[in-house]
């Protein structure tokens, strides 16, 4: 298991070019780079990116979902078709910079209505989606959202039945937000599990860096163990989740720490 961070932690207080620069000279080994937006989603990006990653690993990327994600599933040929040029730009910065994966929320589920789901449907498209990644050798690894489509468990099971090389992301705060336990959607994506977001949480229920809240790290970790988990475990936490960057470092140390024991 290799650890890092996301430079979604640092969104806001860094540029995502100047956050991944952040990164690689305080030592960081792995990361997932977080693309904020349309101009960042060019290969002329992934050319900028490349030049300061210096000695990070770029595991995976991930996106502002809202921008394009959920019109890749549109009923709306045109909006449909343009989200699908958006992905191949993202992804053509995706390869420039090495990225492994691509982190995916798919569709957000904004309206509070009840909703059938047309699993034949939606994995017809995701299917399209992966073909799509494939080609820039990037695999599609969805992510347990809580305001998405993936916000319960069996989603990611019903599509694995219907797709060729999805993959799994498990964000532990986003699991706390739809009201189950990450243990839930660990033991749903199991094998097909690549990506790890890591948090914490402290006894009033306030999101904090990993070390600085309740989260028993070395149960996570040796879960991971149980079901063959060789992918990344990444820091992503919101930047009102702490003060000063250097907890982010001490943070990873502590995670470091029990990743020893475990792995």
């Not at 910079?97 to 789901?117: C, S």
């Not at 820039?136 to 090389?165: D, P």
């Not at 079901?227 to 936490?237: D, H, P």
Request: proline share 2%; net charge neutral; glycine share 6%.
């Amino acid at each position: 298991m290799q650890l890092g961070v996301s430079t979604a932690s640092l969104f806001t207080r860094y540029k995502t070019e100047d956050a991944l620069t952040f990164l690689n000279k305080n030592g960081i080994k792995t990361a997932e780079v977080f693309l904020a937006s349309f101009c960042e989603y060019k290969k002329k990006f992934g050319k900028k990116l490349d030049k300061v990653k210096g000695g990070v690993d770029v595991h995976s990327v991930h996106v502002l979902t809202t921008q394009y994600e959920p019109q890749l599933y549109s009923i709306n040929e045109r909006a449909r078709e343009d989200s699908f040029v958006i992905l191949e730009d993202m992804l053509r910065c995706a390869k420039k910079i090495g990225a492994k994966y691509y982190t995916f929320h798919g569709t957000a589920r904004l309206k509070k209505l009840p909703m059938k789901m047309d699993f034949d449907k939606i994995a017809a498209t995701t299917q399209k989606i992966i073909d799509v990644c494939a080609k820039y050798n990037v695999i599609l690894s969805y992510e347990n959202v809580h305001w998405c489509y993936y916000n319960y468990v069996g989603f990611f099971t019903e599509l694995k039945k219907r797709t060729e090389g999805l993959k799994g992301t498990l964000d532990l705060k986003q699991a706390r937000l739809s009201g189950a336990t990450y243990i839930d959607f660990l033991n749903e994506m199991k094998e097909d599990l690549v990506t790890v977001h890591l948090s914490d949480v402290d006894e009033n229920g306030k999101l904090c860096l990993p070390g600085k809240g309740i989260t028993d790290f070395y149960d996570l970790f040796s879960r991971l163990s149980d079901v063959g988990f060789n992918g990344a475990a990444l820091i992503e936490s919101y930047p009102s989740d702490y003060s000063s960057e250097t907890e982010i470092f001490d943070s990873l140390n502590f995670l470091e720490e029990i990743s020893d024991k475990v792995f």
